[in-house]
């Protein structure tokens, strides 16, 4: 924010609170300081929410940033939510068109439908083919889930497949345990796959 905007500010104020004063001079310049990181938009916004909990009262300086920084934390957490929606839809889309693929072998198109599968499960919390709610992977259990996986795939006589699952697995083994992360291979198990049709060329 600039000089200008601090004028803004202080009308938009006054306009929401009869009772608001404009600062003393030295004590706009301080309000300045504190603002000036911050974008006009964001300043007038945190101002509406706070006019929208307290009618009865205009916030302070450090009221207000406070509010800002609230905001700017809601941004960030919304654009998280987006960008995680919109790698999950790319990482769907990239496996389905890498299944679609004539010059894919069947092997390459399903593990490319499996990792897109993982990848969305680590992003947040998925929903089963039966409409069991689980928390996101974590890399240990996107190890496991890659184990298990080839193990089905080895059942279904399709070896390269199960060979390139084993090999995702042990990378995932190798980042989970950097996090000090236990992975269990005695009790590996599908999980929530059992109906799932994106799974059906494991049977």
């Not at 000090?180 to 590996?188: E, I, N």
């Amino acid at each position: 924010m600039e000089q200008q905007d601090i004028g803004f500010l202080y009308k938009t104020l006054g306009s929401l609170y009869p009772t608001f004063e404009t600062p003393p001079r030295l004590m706009q310049q301080l309000w300045l300081d504190e603002l000036r990181a911050y974008d006009r938009p964001l300043v007038v916004r945190a101002i509406r929410q706070w006019a929208c909990q307290h009618t009865d009262h205009p916030p302070t300086l450090a009221h207000l940033c406070e509010q800002i920084r609230w905001g700017e934390d809601e941004d960030r957490r919304v654009m998280r939510r987006e960008n995680r929606q919109r790698l999950s839809h790319t990482l769907g889309d990239a496996g389905a068109a890498q299944a679609a693929n004539p010059e894919r072998t069947p092997e390459e198109a399903s593990y490319g439908q499996l990792m897109a599968l993982l990848a969305y499960r680590h992003l947040d919390a998925w929903v089963d083919s039966q409409g069991v709610k689980h928390p996101k992977l974590s890399r240990a259990q996107m190890a496991e889930q890659c184990h298990a996986w080839a193990i089905r795939a080895r059942d279904a006589q399709r070896r390269d497949l199960a060979a390139d699952l084993d090999h995702a697995g042990s990378m995932w083994r190798t980042w989970a345990e950097q996090l000090g992360q236990t992975v269990h291979t005695a009790h590996m198990h599908l999980l929530g796959d059992e109906e799932d049709p994106a799974l059906a060329f494991l049977k």
